[in-house]
């Protein structure tokens, strides 16, 4: 079944270290996302890339970095310069590259990775 | 100030009772999605609509683009409709993600 793996679904890190978020999609999606949700509040966005090679900040993108060098894959990593990581991070993507007709579907969520910091 | 509004944040509900959530957004969009996010975080995507109304099984999404708003509906709801649902409008690859509304319903 087609769909998108985030790994692992809990993770646990000590302050300071560096820690990445594996996004994997087999949906052939152009597009791809990373959001954060934290208690309460909306799903923010972190990065989008939209193509292989090429990749854009998001709202708050400070203290993140992310790659595409495969269109499957859409890592994040929480850098020691993201001041509040513990969240909920949640990874999607979308076919096409231009504007699909607004009736259609595309949009696709992962699970999810809970990121705890200590 | 935030872009979306949902309402209730939280719902309690006895199965097979009609629910309502309700969600105003003050942006111009160009779609507006319903998400559902289960306990474990897991979010799938319910409905995407720009107009009117769509049904999918129980559940019924309709939207008002001139008075900006949309409103889910669940009809004879069940202990496994109990998820977060979130009202997200969109602009182009720009999403606006309401804090998502609590549903429990109880047997």
């Known amino acids: 079944d087609g769909g998108i793996t985030q790994s692992p679904k809990y993770l646990f890190r000590k302050e300071g270290q560096n820690v990445t978020l594996s996004c994997e999609q087999n949906l052939n999606h152009d597009a791809m996302y990373w959001y954060r949700q934290d208690p309460g509040q909306g799903l923010r966005l972190i990065y989008y890339s939209q193509i292989v090679n090429d990749f854009q900040k998001g709202d708050i993108a400070e203290g993140y970095s992310v790659s595409r060098e495969k269109k499957e894959s859409f890592p994040l990593t929480v850098t020691s310069a993201q001041k509040n990581p513990t969240a909920f991070y949640l990874c999607a993507s979308k076919r096409g590259l231009r504007t699909l007709p607004e009736e259609s579907y595309g949009y696709t969520f992962g699970s999810g990775t809970r990121l705890t910091v200590v | 100030k935030n872009e979306v509004e949902q309402s209730p944040q939280n719902l309690t509900a006895q199965e097979g009772e009609f629910i309502t959530i309700n969600c105003s957004y003050s942006?111009?969009?160009?779609?507006l999605h319903w998400l559902q996010q289960h306990p474990g975080g897991g979010i799938v995507s319910l409905f995407m609509l720009s107009s009117g109304k769509k049904k999918h099984g129980r559940l019924i999404a309709t939207i008002n683009i001139q008075e900006k708003h949309s409103s889910l509906h669940i009809t004879a709801s069940h202990p496994r409709d109990s998820a977060v649902y979130i009202c997200?409008?969109?602009?182009?690859?720009?999403?606006?993600f309401g804090t998502g509304t609590s549903l429990t319903v109880i047997p």
């Open positions: 942006v111009g969009i160009s779609a």
């Open positions: 997200a409008p969109r602009t182009g690859n720009q999403f606006y």
